[in-house]
């Protein structure tokens, strides 16, 4: 550690678990409201076969476009945000994507279920709460965050 900086590992730490832990709460109020079952942690749950494919074509463009936004962004000076920052909403923007097209399979295949509304609920949740959590500095944690 150099002198005059403080350690942001244990605030990184913190935020991150306050923030899963937030999500967590939200994701099961809503899927007992909504009454999904739960699935298993890190399972795909894809509704059918097409749905496999476009969510491995999907996440396949994502990679791709991460990595070419972190070579063409790192180190740009003419950015007018941090290129940090620009590669993490180019993920983003995917992430929303992906989401958008599990909700689009579950409405259509799932019939009768509310998973393509806990799905949608789940990817706003989660939107505001990255949002407040850049715009507020981390909550406070990293007031020079943007």
Known sequence: MYPGQEPIFGK???LIVVLSLIIF?????????LNVKRTKFFSHGHVNNLHKKGDWIIGTLAFIATVVAAFAFFGNPHLPINDSLAVFMVTVVFLVLQEVFRAVMEWKYKKGQNDYLYTIWQLTFMLFVIYFAFQSGGFGLFPDLL
Do not use: A, D, H
Request: charge should be positive.
């Open 12 to 14: 990184l730490i913190m």
């Open 25 to 33: 709460i939200f994701n099961t109020i809503m899927r007992k409201i």
